[in-house]
């Protein structure tokens, strides 16, 4: 268990912050990205004693949002929430992602780790995993699966899932998760792949069914959710994350202001509570910690991008 860190206001540093800190999410409303950044924002004030502004960029699987963080100003007003996909799979994927994520970026904290979810709208004949691999092997290609967008490990998965399973079914990307939940929930495709803090509030209302998970193990409201490794599938084990990042130049004394506000933020009991029980883990480590994950990361998908043969022009 994380230590709760103190709900002590936070003395500004050399006059910083003297400002609102403008956080980017670089996806539209209503996905996992958007949500954790809002709960998150919304306590951070307590400790800077400055607000907290959330804007929306998204497009081109979050990249238009990360370019804009890239270009603007390294003053530390303003941050970046990204994710796996964006940092660790667009520069690979696409042709020009616009950024490069370890020249362009230094990282603040990494907030959380969690799995993805397979799950379908409650009135779906797919009651089980075993019933959906049942109906892709029967029927190859006539079962659609949503994700946020082309690129993202939520697509990925489903590569890897069709070549190393046979489970293929026909990718639907989306502009971000808020779409690709509301056109399952109305019956336009058939099963939706994407994080956990996405579609946790859909499971819990019971709008949702959830088949399987992606991490090693069970957690949150997906404790009675079984892992694919559980049902036999090797090769599955795919974990997403969050984190903070500022502009490249961004002085150092800043982003260690930086990591020690949102660190003790995430430590609050209300929001470790929020991300754990959205089916995350909460991570809330070191700058430096987050810079060696997101080196490592960078070298394993790029290596799936390539197995897959996916790529964005």
Known sequence: MLPVASAEPLPQRNGFPSQPIRFISPFPPGGGNDGTTRFVT???PELTGQS???ENRGGAGGNIGAKAVADAKADGYTVLTAQVSLMAVNPSLYASAGFDPLKNFVPITQINAAPLALVVAAESPYKTFADLAARTKSHPGTVTYATPGNGTLSHLFGVVLGKDSGIEMTHVPYKGAGPAITDLLGHQVDVLVSSTASVAGMLQSGKMRALAVT??????????????????????????????FAPAGTPPERVAYLNEALVRTLRMPEVSRLI???GSEVVAGTADAFAAQLQQDIVRWARVVKLSGAKID
Do not use: Q
Not at 224 to 229: A, G, H, N, S
């Open 42 to 44: 919304t306590r951070l």
């Open 52 to 54: 907290a502004v959330v």
């Open 215 to 244: 991490s090693p193990r069970r957690i949150g409201v997906f404790a009675k959710v079984p892992t694919l490794e559980e049902l036999g599938y090797p090769n599955t084990r795919f974990e997403d994350w969050y984190g903070f």
């Open 276 to 278: 754990t029980d959205g």
